[in-house]
């Protein structure tokens, strides 16, 4: 064999040996590029709230959120429903920011089915506000011996725990704003956002 045949197949062999480790793949088979992490996909998530009167929770003049705390994860979805069995006022005045409805993903609320995005100010019995989630939700008054139900969806971009509180005064008092306005479990309490 000719002394340039010999150096040829040499470079031939070397470019060979060369290529075959320059592929992705590894010595057992599995790829040896990382892995691409997708983001998580969002969880659509179901919380439901009851509004007693005081009547019904024994404490007369004392309405209730039920449950006043909950939580859901980081990153998810949250369809609210709020059923309502409080039939007495706590009038706001047209200029108040808690009639208008707040921090859904639609920019409205359903009540009993119907998307409102504002709720008359001599109308409204609660709200239910979480100011550290920009969310804004007022409860109509409900009919006499019945209920009403406002329904809602919002985002929780951000872990942590988020009080919420009743902005009508539906309290104790000449203003309203004392007993279950100032009490944990009535009309304040807290979503606590979970870290994913």
Not at 26 to 33: C, E, L, V, Y
Not at 46 to 68: N, Q, V
Not at 73 to 90: E, K, M, N, R, W
Request: charged share 10%; aromatic share 6%.
């Amino acid at each position: 064999m000719n002394r340039s045949l010999l150096i040829k197949t040499a470079l031939l062999s070397s470019t060979v040996i060369l290529a075959a480790g320059c592929g992705t793949a590894a010595a057992n088979g599995s790829s040896s590029t990382p892995a691409v992490s997708q983001p998580a996909a969002a969880v659509a998530t179901a919380r439901s709230m009851t509004i007693l009167t005081g009547k019904m929770d024994g404490k007369p003049g004392w309405p209730e959120f039920t449950p006043s705390v909950w939580t859901a994860p980081q990153g998810s979805t949250v369809t609210l429903t709020i059923v309502s069995h409080d039939d007495g006022t706590a009038p706001l005045t047209s200029s108040s920011p808690y009639v208008k409805v707040s921090g859904t993903t639609t920019g409205s609320e359903l009540v009993d089915g119907q998307a409102v995005t504002t709720v008359n100010a001599q109308n409204v019995a609660h709200t239910f506000t979480v100011p550290g989630l920009g969310i804004n939700l007022p409860i109509p008054v409900a009919p006499t011996g019945g209920t009403i139900t406002v329904k809602a969806t919002f985002k929780l971009p951000k872990s942590g725990t988020f009080n919420w509180q009743c902005e009508a005064p539906c309290g104790t008092g000449s203003t309203g704003w004392g007993g279950p306005m100032i009490t944990p479990g009535y009309m304040e309490g807290s979503v606590n956002v979970t870290a994913q």
